[in-house]
């Protein structure tokens, strides 16, 4: 499939999500003839945007982020603003209420900024309350994603435009929306998946029963990503959501360690835990996953489920690891390769 035939798809407004990652692996037919039937106004849309600054970037590309590729409705293409190198960071999702309380707020700025001094890039929606907050602590020591639920030149709230323009500068601003997407309140929701879908857990502060938080929580279960919570007062009803989370298993946070140590990052910097370390190279070497891995051959997750016994969202965690480690590359199509071993 070409960048402009994925593009297309994008352009279809009821293009079903469901099972979209396997359809595009297989290139099914019916797909492939609605992408070409709108090939020429795909064109014309992505030169407009790349002029305007918008990139855009197509399932099948290696930069494509491999954690999207894993869930079952993974976009056709991202269209953003940004820097791409937030792709290759550890990510965490912290989200939460938009009328959040002075603590909350408070809350999220202070684990958006320690999590990113970590070398996390910190994801979340750019909605008011609990998100731009983690978003604006991200940017004080790190990298921040904001993901929208409209075109990326459609910025919602439009008071958080110049906060989305200070985002793109490192971080990156995204959508599977086209640009001129309205912000739609169905797209919210859909939207919650790809917060959960690119990072390795997701962070609920101040969370009410009917929050749009919850989507983002339940999605991140459904993804095989963990879940983590803060406590806050039981007076107030504004926390009920997070507690019942917590009641059913998520963990507590209070702070970013809290975090780290439940991923099994490193205190000393998550990103420690993840890069090239001689002692991260030397106990991955005896990788499990790695000796089943022939070097120079691609392997796609369903590949590796099928000779490890271990199913895709549980499998692709360590690969991302393995990938930022130096031991494995991404070839595009949600393909892994191991890399040769070097003096």
């Known amino acids: 499939m070409t960048l402009d035939e994925a593009v297309a798809l994008s352009l279809i407004p009821d293009l079903s999500r469901v099972g979209l990652a396997g359809r595009l692996r297989a290139d099914d037919p019916v797909l492939l003839e609605e992408a070409r039937r709108l090939h020429d ?18 399932w099948n590309d290696p930069r494509f982020p491999a954690a999207l590729l894993a869930i079952p409705d993974a976009p056709p293409v991202l269209w953003y603003r940004g820097a791409l190198d937030g792709f290759r960071a550890p990510a965490v999702a912290v989200v939460g209420s938009r009328a959040a309380s002075a603590v909350a707020l408070e809350t999220a700025a202070r684990l958006g900024a320690d999590l990113a001094a970590l070398g996390i890039t910190v994801v979340s929606g750019l909605a008011r309350g609990v998100d731009s907050a983690a978003h604006r602590g991200a940017l004080r020591s790190g990298r921040t ?16 435009s110049a906060l989305a323009g200070e985002i793109s500068r490192d971080g990156l601003v995204l959508s599977e929306y086209p640009p001129g997407t309205p912000p739609l309140a169905f797209h919210f ?22 929050s749009g938080s919850l989507i983002t929580a339940a999605c991140a279960l459904e993804q ?16 009920r959501g997070a507690h019942a989370l917590i009641r059913d298993g998520a963990k507590i946070v209070e702070c970013a360690d809290d ?37 120079g051959q691609a392997y796609d997750l369903d590949g590796l489920a099928a000779i490890s016994g271990v199913d895709g969202v549980r499998l692709l965690p360590r690969l991302l690891e393995l990938e930022l480690q130096g031991h494995v590359q991404r070839v595009g199509g949600g393909r892994f390769m191991r890399q040769r071993r070097t003096c």
Do not use: F, Q
Not at 41 to 58: C, D, I, K, Y
């Open 41 to 58: 106004r795909a064109r014309a849309v992505r030169m407009r945007a790349e002029a305007a600054g918008t990139g855009v970037l197509a």
């Open 189 to 210: 929701p859909m939207r919650n998946r790809l917060i959960s879908g690119l990072s390795r857990a997701v962070v609920v502060i101040e969370a009410s029963e009917k």
């Open 259 to 295: 975090i780290v140590e439940e991923l099994g990052w490193p205190l000393a910097g998550a990103s420690a835990g993840v890069d090239a370390s001689s002692d991260a190279r030397s106990s991955t070497s005896g990788d499990p996953l790695l000796r089943l891995m022939h070097a």
């Open 145 to 160: 994603i904001a993901v929208l639920g409209s075109g990326v030149d459609r910025i919602y709230p439009r008071e958080h």
């Open 224 to 239: 095989g990503r963990d879940v983590m919570a803060v406590p806050g007062n039981v007076l107030s009803g504004r926390n």
